[in-house]
């Protein structure tokens, strides 16, 4: 289902003027603190009315300005993770999960309870009032709530932030399960690029308010300059694969990309499912001749086919291994001592990978 | 079928009285609905289901006759009281007889006289017809302390927050805390009167009537003079 | 108590319970609706709803019960109407003593209630709302839990005034035992004879008994309500 | 208005005022008082104190009025107390209807205030202790500022309380023009003779002026405060 | 100033039961969701009341139940950035901040209100009310708001869970000074195991209320089971090296470890400064014979010592390199073909280092 955003909202002195479209799938939201995301999001939830423009889920006409169209909020069908959980302090965490069961008609629930539970690790809490949860806990339940409502889009600001790295991994595959399984496109709000990576279809850059950039993920992650200071380090390209076969006996599995062939921890998945990785730049190193002897063994030939910004100490430098992109961070004094030309083959050596789906970050050979 | 008395509330001891020897004597059941006269007139003005009223002045019985809300041939003055000057129990004001010469002025000091207000409340107008015809209002309207009823007035004395307060008879013969230093000259004030008329209905009620005659008889006066209050002429007649 | 009351005062205290219970319970919806609109609403002739909800306080008490007689009395256009269309009598009966005792009561049961309406997160009703919630149930499922402190409140308020009011209930539908004769009538009366304040202190008693059981009552409830908020 | 009104009634609404405010006033610290209390102590008599608060509200005002007598006045032990040791005298003076009236709203006062402090994140508080703020501090920079719509609620309610009240006020310091009769007192006198409704409507309409007033003033108080709180 | 708990602190269904002692520094205590962080953090700061047990800092006994003592919040003197950022809704920014200023006798500030203004990024919010800030604005000011009442010791719990990457890397530094320069002990509670990495003096490890390990930082770190499931791929080790001099040319610094010499990004800070490096096990890549013509020229020589637990494709091997030690995370398919096993000689291939103070993740040759 596609999600059509085009609107200017005036909220105090700060002006969000966005416009982007996405084709379903997981739309990331990112920008800094007070870009406009959350502000964006309630747009988009119907818990703001912009001033002026369309927002369009489907063909369903959810604001229109011009025609004076604003479907309420209630009639939306779009689950929300607050930033803050907003969890209702009168109700136990039991009903605060199935409130939004009471109101939808249809009975083809998204999800059911006990799969949500189970999932969310929150069985033991059933019967708490919210007051008495830690802060992990309370945005866990505020995800169940949301999924429960069986909603149409899932509006999710910042939902794993206070969770810890192994509650995340759990919950990250499900939400890749609604995103492809189910169908259900998901508008994320993040500051973790690690995350944009692995669950982004689609990328919405905003900068004080505006889009600066928005479309396909593997477009927006792939570009030199998007990531700037810190974030650099977390940039990457993606890949799409093919999963080729199965080395049990090492619990690994052979990734098939156009680059080349690549191990991976075992997926239990069958052979021939496509499979999407990524790789950060700053996890592939460059060799001039063929390395041996190496505990990695993902080892990628191809061509040099740009080098970044050469001003501070590290470098960008874009590969073109068979036709997919990759992009490697080196020193500034490798690229002189190398020395690292456009043009020049080289072999990417990809110490670690991140799965676009499937278990997180695995390390592979 | 019970009958409904209105009546002014200082009556509600002897009337009640009266009430529960009609009701052993004739097997009809009286109730009655003490509050201040002039809510009474209005109520039944709004076509309250009263079947007598008994006020407790004359104003309020003529404004419901002028609206030709009462039964005008069954109108009688059935009560009178006194209007007495009373002090607290301790005090020491002595007065002999109240007449033009009391100085009420002098006797106040600089405390306040106790009485019911003077424009609405009927002990307070009995009470400043009489300070006028004494002589004494010029001197004494700035000292007044009024009160929405006697017996706040009556309450002022018995504390001892005012020297001297203007009462009833009826109401001050009961109090402990005060004693009464003086009784008003009859020709003092207009006479009190507390008049009772039925109310106009349709049809007419016989134990209404009956009522009203059996108030105006020796066992009622009986009950009516151990509360203080004088029976007039017209009843026991 | 049996003993210690005439049957005649017995009656007034059970009458007085009623009418303050009846009045109470039939000023709720009202409340919360005015209580809802002053809170919430924008709309010309606020200021207009505002004072006239707070009228039966700054008025005497017996004013308003005039103005309920000319209102609602039986030959008053409204009593009349209410009266010939409904069958609903208000004058003279204790229901009489039910409206004026539920007006003289309104204006605290109205701003407790307010109050607690804004002082409510609405964030969570927009929570409720992205979760499919319409509007009439998210006032049922989200705001009304959360302003029940205030409408405990507002009810005990409105409770213990009921079963303080007599200026308006006397005026308006006069002091007849067994049918508008309430506690604080009975005792008003008894004040208004010699001799009278013993009896007045004895029902002056039992009003406080049962004001005391009633906020007894309600800190109970409120701090169950209390706890189920979490707060 | 000046007009309009006899010289004696304009002393009363003057005077209505006058005690109207400082009753407000006066009562607030308390109110406050007794309002925290309720609302954060546990201690035994929490249940007596708070149906003591309650009783004017149960209580018809001429009991309150009577109480009021044999406890403030002239010879009672407490009014004998602070007329000797501290010159405060309300037999017949005007600080007399203060009392009265300041007694009659404390129950909606202490009301609307504590539902205030019961809905106050305390949390709020705790943060404020962590940054080194004593509790009478937190009170005073946190809980304070946070409570004031129920404080503006509760001292507008206690003002139309005190412009309303008569009953408490006239037992308790009788009818003294300029002194202790208030507006509320010169409706009621001129309701207690035939013919009077004209002039008493007029009072009415004076009344309802000022306290339509008051109300939209407290009303764009607490739209400011509202604001400040951004809620 | 150190830090000593002792506490038994039942709380519902959920009871607390944690010891642990700190020397000064920074603290992170580490635990999933629900496992008592904020808990142990509120009885530090004096907000609830533990049933049982000592809390001690430097001198100052803040609880001693067995002598009665609890010093209430306001008199402990601790800067708390909670969890829910807990703002005076009725106060403006400027006043959020300076609120602690009014109440702390002494005026030697810890930090001046431009300073913290600038820092955080929030000088043109200064006259909003909380309500019109964004979640990130929000947190932003309440870690002023702590640092600005000069506390003693500062508790922040997951202060920079809903901060963007390149805001993170400006705060975390100053933190890092305030534990250093100003010698404020610090809490710190966090999911992240990078900033734990970067910034943890001591790490107490938290699980279902009881404190499981604590202890000094690098050993805490560098234990091959302290990590589970997917927390694994952040485990690395610690290394204290000395800056011994700089590259201009290509915007690095060397640093010498005992294991040999590491390329960085330019430090500016003097030759001798001693800086603190946290080498991820899956940044390291191991090679039986000396690589040559790779991009990554940090390369330390080294001896296996240990290889972890050999089921699944991922194994941790720790490496001696001249008495530094290092973790180095393989498949299990490259323990059996290059073969790798206790004793031998290896190369370590450190393809990404991150400071523990100092600007975040620098790549490195
Ligand atoms: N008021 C309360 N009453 C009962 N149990 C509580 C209460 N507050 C928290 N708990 C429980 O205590 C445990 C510890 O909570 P705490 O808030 O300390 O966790 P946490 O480690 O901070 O988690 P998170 O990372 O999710 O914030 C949790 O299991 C929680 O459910
Ligand atoms: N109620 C409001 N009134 C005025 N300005 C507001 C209001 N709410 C938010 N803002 C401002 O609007 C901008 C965007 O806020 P928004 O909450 O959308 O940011 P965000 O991208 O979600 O940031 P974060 O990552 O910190 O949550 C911010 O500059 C914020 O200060
Ligand atoms: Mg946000
Ligand atoms: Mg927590």
Redesign the pocket.
């Known amino acids: 289902m596609s999600l059509e955003v085009r609107i200017r909202h005036r909220q105090g002195r700060f002006l969000l003027d966005a416009e982007f479209a996405s084709t379903g799938g997981l739309t990331v939201l990112f920008g800094r603190s007070g870009s406009g995301k959350t502000t964006l999001a309630n747009a988009i939830a119907g818990l703001n009315r912009p001033g002026e423009g369309v927002i369009r889920l489907g063909d369903t006409v959810l604001l229109d300005t011009a025609r004076g169209v604003f479907l309420p909020a209630h009639r939306r069908r779009i689950g929300y993770v607050f930033q803050d959980a907003r969890l209702f302090p009168h109700l136990s965490v039991r009903h605060n999960l199935v409130y939004g069961t009471w109101f939808t008609r249809q009975r083809q629930a998204v999800a059911d309870l006990d799969q949500v539970i189970g999932l969310l690790g929150i069985g033991h809490?059933l019967d708490?009032r919210p007051?008495?949860?830690?802060?992990?806990?309370?945005?866990r339940v505020a995800i169940g709530r949301a999924l429960m409502a069986s909603p149409r889009l899932l509006l999710m600001d910042e939902p794993l932030a206070?969770?810890?790295e192994a509650r995340k991994a759990e919950i990250l595959p499900f939400i890749e399960r609604l995103r492809d399984e189910v169908g259900i496109p998901i508008v994320y709000v993040s500051h973790a690029v690690a995350e944009v990576a692995r669950l982004a279809t689609t990328v919405v850059v905003l900068v004080d308010g505006r889009v600066v950039r928005s479309g396909q993920a593997r477009q927006v992650m792939a570009s030199l300059d998007m990531f700037q200071g810190q974030e650099r380090a977390e940039a990457g390209a993606l890949l799409d694969t093919r999963l080729a076969g199965h080395e049990p006996a090492y619990a690994l599995s052979v990734l098939q990309a156009p680059a080349g062939r690549l191990l991976v921890p075992l997926l239990d998945r069958p052979v021939g499912t496509p499979v999407r990785l990524r790789i950060r730049a700053r996890d592939v190193t460059l060799a001039v001749r063929q390395p041996d002897g190496l505990s990695a063994q993902n080892i990628l030939p191809g061509r040099i086919t740009a080098i970044g910004r050469t001003d501070g100490p590290v470098v960008d430098v874009q590969l073109d291994c068979a036709g997919d992109l990759l992009i490697a961070q080196v020193t500034r004094r490798a690229i002189a001592t190398l020395p690292l030309e456009v043009g020049r083959p080289v072999f990417a050596i990809v110490k670690s990978i991140s799965f676009a789906d499937g278990s997180d970050m695995g390390s592979s050979a | 079928e019970r009958l409904t008395v209105f009546a002014a509330a200082s009556l509600k001891n002897a009337l009640d009285e009266a009430i529960t020897a009609f009701g052993a004597a004739s097997g009809t059941e009286v109730v009655a609905s003490y509050a201040a006269s002039s809510a009474l007139a209005k109520q039944i003005e709004a076509g309250a289901p009263a079947d007598l009223f008994i006020s407790a002045d004359i104003p309020w019985m003529d404004y419901l006759a002028e609206r030709d809300l009462i039964e005008p041939a069954s109108r009688v003055d059935l009560l009178g009281n006194t209007l007495v000057l009373v002090a607290p129990a301790d005090s020491d004001v002595a007065v002999t007889g109240i007449g033009a010469d009391t100085d009420f002025a002098a006797l106040l000091g600089d405390g306040r006289l106790a009485v019911g207000q003077v424009d609405s409340v009927p002990a307070g107008k009995y009470a400043k017809a009489a300070l006028e015809k004494l002589g004494v209002w010029p001197a004494v309207e700035a000292k007044l302390a009024q009160s929405d009823n006697v017996r706040a007035a009556l309450a002022l004395v018995s504390q001892g927050e005012a020297p001297l307060g203007i009462v009833y008879g009826s109401d001050a013969a009961s109090d402990p805390k005060v004693k009464v230093v003086g009784t008003f000259p009859k020709g003092s004030h207009p006479p009190i009167i507390y008049p009772a008329a039925l109310v106009k209905a349709d049809p007419a009620r016989s134990e209404a009537a009956a009522f009203l005659a059996f108030l105006q008889g020796d066992e009622a006066a009986a009950a009516f003079r151990r509360a203080g209050f004088t029976v007039l002429d017209g009843a026991a007649s | 108590m049996g003993a210690w009351l005439t049957p005649e005062e017995w009656t007034a205290v059970l009458l007085s319970l009623r009418v303050a219970t009846v009045a109470t319970l039939w000023s709720l919806p009202f409340g919360l609706l005015v209580a809802m609109l002053l809170a919430r609403g924008r709309f010309p002739g606020r200021a207009f709803l505002d004072t006239l909800v707070h009228l039966p306080l700054v008025l005497p008490p017996v004013v308003t019960g005039y103005l309920l007689l000319l209102t609602f009395g039986r030959r008053a256009p409204v009593g009349n109407f209410l009266a010939e269309q409904f069958g609903i009598v208000f004058a003279f009966r204790w229901t009489g003593a039910v409206l004026a005792c539920a007006i003289m009561a309104f204006p605290l049961m109205v701003r407790a209630i307010r109050l607690s309406i804004e002082a409510v997160d609405r964030r969570l009703e927009q929570a409720a709302g992205t979760l499919g919630a319409h509007p009439a149930w998210v006032f049922l499922t989200v705001t009304l839990p959360l302003i029940l402190p205030g409408i405990v409140a507002g009810m005990i308020l409105s409770f213990a005034k009921a079963l303080g009011e007599f200026g308006a209930t006397i005026t308006f539908v006069s002091n007849i035992p067994g049918e508008t004769q309430t506690l604080p009538s009975a005792i008003y009366t008894l004040t208004q004879i010699p001799d009278g304040e013993a009896g007045a202190m004895r029902l002056v008693l039992v009003a406080v008994a049962i004001s005391m059981a009633a906020l007894i009552g309600s800190e109970l409830l409120a701090r169950r309500i209390h706890h189920r908020i979490g707060a």
């Open positions: 809490l708490r007051s008495g949860l830690s802060g992990g806990e309370r945005q206070s969770l810890d």
